[in-house]
């Protein structure tokens, strides 16, 4: 039938046409959950739910399946059929043919809503299932939530302070979407913090730097600044934090890493008389993410290309040695970052 857009689905949903099958998908789980539990009660109505609704998950049978599909529904239009997670790991081929079979023959009376909000089907990687996958979007609705952009998220946490009867500036949205990242599940858990201790009215600035948990992105980018800088004790002391907390050294030097990347990338992009963001068009990593971009626009107006290769090539030699040494990693990292500050030190006397 389709592979719809939210909006679309939207549209759908509120004219009541609803398709037989819908497989919902993508990065945003949040909103995956959301459109499934809109559907389901949509599809099951609000009465004998008992009969009119059925939920399965992962390792349902096909026959098990199949029945609650054939099934009529109970003194209503139609039901629904509801399953989160499908697994098709270890099923006979016998199993992914009825499993064909019945989304091939979906009565009227009923509505299947395959939902991904805890796993990534792999449908590029496994033909089981790119079969299943092209199936549902000949037999009915396939829909991927993509993840918000920034501009998106601050307005959706704006309107949901509103919701709780709270007040929150688009500036401070988009410093709790620099603090937390662009997962929409962790921005409402963040949100619903800042509410619960503001009560109601303006959230303030303070709140929110008090009370909202930085993502290890942001706290490393703090660690860049003050290498940058050359503020020797708050670098140590950032660093000293990330691994009291029990943060991977590696996952803390590959951020570290990318934070000079996205520099460097920045200062060649402005030399050669091109935007901040051109990298953004070469790079997919930044859909979505231009404010590292930003960022990094703003904190590489005084350093020099040199410098930059220079410090990279530190971190590939601190890259090196935390995956072939067997020297501690918390020493090879607290190295690194003094020969980050000499060479930042350097380009200050420079």
Not at 104 to 127: I, N, Q, W
Not at 289 to 318: G, I, K, P, Y
Request: glycine share 4%; proline share 3%; net charge neutral.
């Amino acid at each position: 039938m389709a592979h719809f857009k939210e909006a679309e689905l939207k549209k759908q949903m509120e004219a009541d046409t609803l398709s037989g099958v819908y497989f919902l998908y993508g990065e945003e789980k949040y909103m995956v959950s959301v459109w499934a539990q809109r559907l389901i009660r949509r599809a099951a109505g609000k009465e004998f739910l008992d009969f009119n609704l059925q939920r399965f998950s992962g390792e349902v049978s096909a026959d098990a399946l199949d029945d609650a599909v054939q099934a009529l529904p109970f003194m209503a239009p139609r039901k629904c059929v509801a399953v989160a997670d499908l697994s098709l790991d270890g099923r006979a081929p016998s199993e992914l043919k009825k499993l064909a079979e019945l989304l091939g023959d979906v009565p009227e009376t009923t509505v299947l809503v395959l939902s991904f909000a805890a796993s990534d089907p792999p449908l590029k990687k496994e033909k089981k299932w790119k079969d299943l996958f092209a199936l549902c979007q000949e037999k009915g609705v396939c829909v991927e939530c993509t993840r918000r952009t920034q501009s998106d998220l601050e307005k959706l946490l704006v309107a949901a302070a509103k919701k709780r009867g709270c007040v929150l500036s688009r500036t401070l949205a988009a410093r709790m979407y620099r603090y937390v990242g662009n997962d929409l599940t962790a921005l409402l858990n963040e949100l619903e913090k800042v509410c619960a201790f503001t009560g109601e009215g303006e959230i303030r600035e303070d709140t929110v730097d008090r009370l909202v948990t930085r993502n290890l992105e942001t706290r490393v980018y703090d660690l860049s600044k003050a290498l940058l800088a050359g503020r020797y004790e708050r670098a140590y002391q950032v660093l000293g934090q990330l691994l009291d907390q029990n943060e991977e050294p590696v996952r803390i030097l590959a951020v570290l890493s990318g934070a000079y990347v996205d520099l460097y990338r920045v200062r060649t992009a402005l030399q050669s008389g091109e935007s901040a963001l051109e990298p953004a068009r070469h790079f997919p990593e930044y859909r979505n993410r231009e404010f590292r971009l930003t960022n990094a626009e703003r904190d590489t107006h005084d350093l020099s290309t040199q410098m930059l290769r220079a410090s990279l090539e530190v971190l590939l030699r601190a890259d090196l040695d935390l995956k072939g040494s067997r020297t501690d990693s918390r020493l090879i990292l607290e190295r690194t970052l003094a020969r980050l500050l000499v060479i930042a030190k350097e380009e200050e006397r420079a």
